[in-house]
């Protein structure tokens, strides 16, 4: 599992770079052929947006994959993922969905790298998964507008993001210490990866059923005595999400 996070590392970074300098080539004939490898990583960007946005309950309302920037002759490959009533949303939505380019992208890479290097198949499917490798280097970097949503939506809730980071360094390292699928025999190495992904994200769900069943039982018991009441981080946070919500409607978010 250490690998997998080795290997999100080594996409960011790389991403960054290869970025850095897709944005500084000049010379015409590198820059017609990067634009069109861009443009596909453009919309594996977009598409993980949209897909793994909608996986963990954030509504999406269009997608959009330019080639051209709007209104302009200029070939700048590029895209958007509207969110309508963002504010209803909390910090691990924001978060996986911001960063879901960079998951999806990562595990896509690890394919193509089984099939250029383990995979016996004809040489023009490992060209193409090598031009393939190289769009998801330039669309796996989560953008600005993405990190600065996941800060908007920590800051309207610390408490309640906190302890939904501690769930997942919690379920992270319980799956660490206790998984092993090693023992199951996968056709592809990425589907290791892919599995233990799935196992925190059960253990996070499980979590936080305990962490509300005990929550309801210390209520129980402290009620007849104390009338005192207790609400779990995600009953507070669920209840101010929707006054916020009610007395001042938010605007839509863009990824």
Same mark, same amino acid.
């Given at each position: 599992? *250490?690998?997998?996070?080795?290997?999100?590392?080594?996409?960011l970074i790389t991403s960054v770079v290869i970025r850095s300098w897709y944005n500084h080539i000049h010379t015409p004939g590198f820059k017609v052929v990067f634009n069109i490898i861009a443009f596909i990583g453009v919309f594996v960007h977009?598409?993980?947006?949209?897909?793994? %946005?909608?996986l963990v309950g954030i509504k !999406?309302?269009?997608?959009?994959?330019?080639? @051209?920037? !709007? %209104?302009?002759?200029?070939?700048?490959?590029? %895209?958007?993922v509207n969110t309508p009533e963002f504010g209803r949303y909390s910090f691990l939505q924001t978060f996986v969905s911001s960063f879901a380019?960079? /998951?999806?992208?990562? /595990?896509?890479?690890?394919?193509?790298?089984?099939?250029?290097?383990? *995979? &016996?198949?004809? /040489?023009?499917?490992?060209?193409?998964?090598f031009v393939f490798s190289i769009s998801l280097f330039i669309g796996s970097e989560p953008s600005? &507008?993405?990190? @600065?949503?996941?800060?908007?939506?920590?800051?309207?809730?610390? @408490?309640?993001?906190?302890? &939904?980071i501690?769930?997942?360094?919690?379920? %992270?390292?319980?799956?660490?210490?206790?998984?092993?699928?090693?023992? *199951?025999?996968?056709? /592809?190495e990425v589907l290791y990866y892919i599995e233990y992904f799935l196992f925190v994200v059960l253990f996070y769900y499980f979590l936080r059923s305990m962490f509300w069943i005990f929550g309801k039982i210390i209520k129980g018991i402290s009620g007849p005595y104390g009338k005192s009441t207790i609400s779990t981080p !995600?009953?507070?946070?669920?209840?101010? @999400?929707? !006054?916020e919500f009610k007395k001042q409607k938010e605007k839509e978010a863009q990824w």
């Amino acid at each position: 599992m *250490i690998e997998l996070f080795f290997w999100l590392f080594t996409m960011l970074i790389t991403s960054v770079v290869i970025r850095s300098w897709y944005n500084h080539i000049h010379t015409p004939g590198f820059k017609v052929v990067f634009n069109i490898i861009a443009f596909i990583g453009v919309f594996v960007h977009e598409m993980a947006h949209y897909t793994i %946005g909608s996986l963990v309950g954030i509504k !999406k309302k269009n997608i959009r994959v330019k080639y @051209r920037i !709007k %209104g302009t002759s200029i070939v700048s490959p590029n %895209g958007s993922v509207n969110t309508p009533e963002f504010g209803r949303y909390s910090f691990l939505q924001t978060f996986v969905s911001s960063f879901a380019p960079l /998951f999806v992208s990562t /595990f896509l890479f690890l394919f193509c790298l089984d099939i250029i290097i383990h *995979i &016996q198949t004809e /040489f023009w499917i490992k060209i193409v998964a090598f031009v393939f490798s190289i769009s998801l280097f330039i669309g796996s970097e989560p953008s600005g &507008q993405d990190v @600065r949503l996941v800060g908007l939506t920590f800051n309207k809730n610390p @408490r309640y993001s906190l302890y &939904q980071i501690f769930l997942v360094l919690l379920s %992270g390292l319980l799956v660490w210490l206790f998984i092993d699928l090693y023992f *199951i025999a996968l056709p /592809f190495e990425v589907l290791y990866y892919i599995e233990y992904f799935l196992f925190v994200v059960l253990f996070y769900y499980f979590l936080r059923s305990m962490f509300w069943i005990f929550g309801k039982i210390i209520k129980g018991i402290s009620g007849p005595y104390g009338k005192s009441t207790i609400s779990t981080p !995600k009953n507070l946070t669920r209840k101010r @999400r929707l !006054k916020e919500f009610k007395k001042q409607k938010e605007k839509e978010a863009q990824w």
